[in-house]
Nanobody, 116 residues
Framework: QVQLVESGGGLVQPGGSLRLSCAAS????????MSWYRQAPGKERELVASISTFGEVTNYEDSVKGRFTISRDNAKHTVFLQMNSLKPEDTAVYYC?????????WGQGTQVTVSS
C-alpha cells in the first residue's frame, strides 16, 4: 500500500525557515519523480518543486527559486523541502506527490503558516 506521510509544517514568522519531510513506503521510491505541491485557501493546487529519481534534476516554481530547496534520500525513502526566507504568501497546505508515468500518489498534507 502506497503511503506518503508529510511532516515538519507549522507556524513561522516571516523570514523564518522550515524543513518539510515526506516519508514514503509501499512502492519503489527510487523509480518515482517526487514533488511538493501547495494549496492556499481559495486557490488551486500548484507545483512548488520537483526532483528526478536520483536527484540530478530539480525544478522550482518561480516565486520560490533561491529560497526553497528540494532533495531526496533514496536509501531512507524520504523527500525534503527546505524553505528559507518564508513569506506570508507561502502560507498553504503542502502536499507530497510521487509520480511514475501516469501513476501518482498524494500525501495528506501539512499546514505551513507564515505570520507575525
Amino acid at each position: 500500500q502506497v503511503q506518503l506521510v508529510e511532516s515538519g509544517g507549522g507556524l513561522v514568522q516571516p523570514g523564518g525557515s522550515l524543513r518539510l519531510s515526506c516519508a514514503a513506503s509501499g512502492f519503489t521510491f527510487r523509480a518515482y519523480v517526487m514533488s511538493w505541491y501547495r494549496q492556499a485557501p481559495g486557490k488551486e493546487r500548484e507545483l512548488v518543486a520537483s526532483i528526478s529519481t536520483f536527484g540530478e534534476v530539480t525544478n522550482y516554481e518561480d516565486s520560490v527559486k533561491g529560497r526553497f530547496t528540494i532533495s531526496r534520500d533514496n536509501a531512507k525513502h524520504t523527500v525534503f523541502l527546505q524553505m528559507n526566507s518564508l513569506k506570508p504568501e507561502d502560507t498553504a497546505v503542502y502536499y507530497c506527490n510521487a509520480r511514475l508515468l501516469r501513476v501518482e500518489s498524494w500525501g495528506q498534507g501539512t499546514q505551513v503558516t507564515v505570520s507575525s
